[in-house]
């Protein structure tokens, strides 16, 4: 997925201070992505910008995308670039269509992991195939990389079809990253980091790790998380120190957690950077790229029917990475 607001604020994320046990209603915020498809927005909120290294969290859908005559429906996002970040493809209904500038080619589908790792720069596209689901449902989420990882880390893609099921009583789900209850995802991650989608019925209890923050993003609902009843596309924080928390149905939620992100970052369009100047260099590498510069860095996405998309202007401010969260 891409940030294709035709003006993107500066986000500033990390090095937030720590987190309590709270019980915290996140109202999403309706983006358009293109013209074909409208996201709801949790994370960077206005409230919260990051919920340990997961920093970027859309949610969609679901959405009839049947093909109608003159008129495209469903996803479209054509090539763009990312850095400094890990994208996580998540679908509870449909298929989306993904390819990079590492050769992969990959239908994302209900249940299995796509994790796509940008490193220094990467670039993908993602669409609806011609041949679908009716209904399209999923989150986009995006992982912050850690300073440690940002030299070491080359860009990748892995599909995991096959992950780790959790079985709870009244919550049962499947791992994505990290350890739920002693089942532990293959996938990597870099910083301390869990995700899981979990459905509930008709109520149970799910253990936590203490060192960890967390976030709640209801898929189906209305559901109960401990004391805050919290529709679709709607997020629950709740802070760190817990050794578990309940939840009501029935329904679906994501949980995503992870030790707070102790660094500051900087989150402009697409791309991660520690300060400004990264940010310009990536962009403008990027753009050089498409008018037949250097595409080193980010190289090429192959078999996509359409152009890359342009990155947006900078903005007229320094970009600087602040240490709050709100
Ligand atoms: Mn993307």
Redesign the pocket.
Known sequence: ??NLEKDPREQSCGAQPAAETVTELLEPRKVWLGKTTQVRRLLPHKERRMVGAWCFVDHYGPDDVRELPGQHRGMW?PP?P?TSLQ?VSWLFDGEVLHRDSVGSEALVRPGELNIMTAGPGIA?S?ESPGVRAPMLHGAQLWVALPDGALDTVEPSFDQYADLPRLDLDGVRGTVMLGEVAGVVSPATTYTPLVGADLSIDPAGMVPLTTAFEYAVLVVDGPVRVEQQSADRGEMVYLGQGRESFGLSGPGRVLLLGGEPFAEEIVMWW?FIGRSHDEIVAARNEWMAGLSGGSTDRFGVVRGFDGDPLPAPEMPHTQLKPRGRTR
């Open positions: 997925m891409s996002v763009h990312h994208t993908h993602e697409n």
